[in-house]
C-alpha cells in the first residue's frame, strides 16, 4: 500500500518563504507525475496547485506561477514545493497526490500553511 507523507508546513509573514516535502513509499515514485493541492479554510474543493511528470516537465496553478517551484528527487522518492513571496491567500491545507492507476490514487494527510503576519 503506498503512502505519501507532506512536511514542511508553519506559520509565516507575508512576503517570507517556506519548503514542502512529500516522501513516497512503497510506489515506484519516478515513474509517475505527482502533484501539490492545497484547500483553503471554509472551502471544500481542493485546488491543484502545480505537477511535475516523471520527465520533469511542470505546471502551475496561475495564481502560484513565479513564486512557486515545484521539484521531485526519485533517488530520495521526495517531492518538494518551495513557496516564495507568500501571501494570505496561499493559506491553505497543502496536500501530496499521486496517481499510479485510474482506480489507484493516493493522498498525504497534508500540512498546513498559514500566511499571517
Known amino acids: 500500500q503506498g503512502q505519501l507523507v507532506e512536511s514542511g508546513g508553519g506559520l509565516v509573514e507575508p512576503g517570507g518563504s517556506l519548503n514542502l516535502s512529500c516522501v513516497a513509499s512503497?510506489?515506484?515514485?519516478?515513474?509517475?507525475?505527482v502533484a501539490w493541492y492545497r484547500q483553503a479554510p471554509g472551502k471544500q474543493r481542493r485546488e491543484l496547485v502545480a505537477?511535475?511528470?516523471?520527465?520533469?516537465?511542470?505546471n502551475y496553478t496561475t495564481s502560484v506561477e513565479g513564486r512557486f517551484i515545484i521539484s521531485r528527487d526519485n533517488a530520495k522518492n521526495t517531492l518538494y514545493l518551495q513557496m516564495n513571496s507568500l501571501k494570505p491567500e496561499d493559506t491553505a491545507v497543502y496536500y501530496c497526490?499521486?496517481?499510479?492507476?485510474?482506480?489507484?490514487?493516493?493522498w498525504g494527510r497534508g500540512t498546513l500553511v498559514t500566511v499571517s503576519s
Open positions: 497526490y499521486t496517481e499510479v492507476t485510474m482506480n489507484v490514487k493516493y
Open positions: 512503497e510506489m515506484m515514485f519516478s515513474l509517475y507525475t
Open positions: 505537477y511535475i511528470n516523471r520527465f520533469g516537465t511542470t
